[in-house]
């Protein structure tokens, strides 16, 4: 499944797998739903250089005012591309 293959690419530090599986939690496809895995994987494709997942980080963080975090999130999505 799409759930396992981007799991195995995940725990290699894959970047498009962590935001992949953050969808995938985000809209409990093929898993459950789950808030906390969700941010997790975001997280860790933010770090390895995905910008989208830097741009998700930007909404979250500014959905829940913390406009310092949020703009530093958007700076550095800005700047990935």
Same mark, same amino acid.
């Given at each position: 499944t &799409?759930f396992?293959?981007w799991t195995?690419? &995940?725990?290699s530090? +894959?970047?498009?797998a ?6 995938l ?5 093929? !898993?459950?739903? =789950?808030e *906390?895995r969700?941010?997790?994987?975001? !997280?860790?494709? &933010? ?6 997942a830097?741009?998700?980080? &930007? !909404?979250?963080?500014?959905v829940? +005012?913390?406009? =310092?975090r949020? !703009? *530093? ?9």
């Amino acid at each position: 499944t &799409a759930f396992e293959h981007w799991t195995k690419a &995940a725990e290699s530090g +894959d970047a498009l797998a962590h935001y992949s599986l953050s969808l995938l939690y985000e809209k409990g496809e093929g !898993v459950e739903k =789950d808030e *906390k895995r969700e941010l997790f994987h975001l !997280v860790e494709a &933010a770090i390895a250089g995905h910008p989208e997942a830097r741009h998700e980080l &930007a !909404v979250n963080e500014g959905v829940n +005012d913390k406009i =310092d975090r949020s !703009v *530093k999130h958007w700076i550095i999505a800005a700047n990935l591309g």
